[in-house]
């Protein structure tokens, strides 16, 4: 059976539902794109949540990501950005269906997510315990398709770059040597872009709120692109099968 996943990224929520970030009410955005998702996808397996739930990192904010995610009934997995508090972030996972948890399996699949925050710095960093925990799981299972917030790979884009994973040598050689490796997918840059590299495609996603203009030197606000979500199916012989949705919330 083909499992599915949705996967949803950089929300930037604040503990004010009226917060604006480049123009946009980041709640109301999330919630629209939620909305799409309760409508529009069925049979989904799971969601992922790949970092800057919250914008200001406070409990509130948690609790409007709460609030936005009740009416879902599949698992919810909750990743930290350099935006959020693991802390307060781990808080809201007292309900049965959100987790904040590195590795779950499904089928023949795997799922690794990596929590690349890295403490006063908003770039990213591969822990070594959770490379060795990454290391035994992939032992256990057929296919591995792993998150991260951070990219691992150079965009093309200045500013950004900066801020990627620093020791992202560490993945590429695991994706390199590993043709279980499927897919690594993240966050943070708020755009999509694809690479291939052994057996793995690697891709972005875009933010449920504003979006990054690709290989700008600085960071600057696409303001004709659209808002999005990414459906992940993974099929029982290692296939993996991606698109990213866009939705136009001005209409
Ligand atoms: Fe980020």
Redesign the pocket.
């Known amino acids: 059976m083909t499992i599915k996943i949705i996967q949803i990224t950089?929300l930037h929520l604040n503990k004010n539902k009226e917060f604006m970030s480049h123009g946009i009410n980041t709640f109301r955005s999330a919630k629209k794109i939620i909305s799409e998702i309760s409508a529009k996808e069925r049979n989904v397996n799971c969601m992922v949540l790949s970092?800057?739930l919250a914008d200001d990192g406070t409990s509130k904010a948690y609790e409007n990501l709460s609030e936005l995610l009740m009416e879902f009934s599949f698992p919810i997995y909750l990743m930290c950005?350099?935006?959020d508090s693991v802390e307060n972030l781990k808080n809201i996972c007292i309900t049965k269906k959100l987790y904040y948890k590195n590795f779950i399996s499904m089928n023949e699949w795997g799922v690794y997510m990596f929590n690349t925050k890295k403490n006063n710095s908003?770039n990213g960093i591969l822990n070594e315990s959770e490379l060795v925990d990454f290391d035994q799981s992939i032992n256990n299972i057929k296919y591995m398709m792993i998150f991260l917030?951070?990219h691992p790979i150079s965009i093309g884009s200045e500013s950004m770059d900066r801020m990627m994973v620093e020791n992202s040598d560490e993945l590429i050689a695991r994706i390199k040597n590993q043709s279980k490796i499927r897919g690594v997918c993240w966050?943070?840059i708020h755009n999509e872009v694809n690479f291939k590299i052994n057996n793995a495609k690697l891709f972005s996603t875009p933010s449920t709120c504003y979006q990054a203009k690709p290989k700008s030197k600085k960071f600057v606000i696409d303001y004709d692109a659209c808002p999005g979500y990414r459906v992940i199916k993974l099929s029982k012989s290692g296939e993996l099968e991606t698109s990213v949705k866009r939705l136009d919330i001005k209409k």
Do not use: I, K, L, T
Request: aromatic share 0%; glycine share 28%.
């Open positions: 950089d970092g800057d950005g350099n935006h908003p917030h951070h966050g943070h």
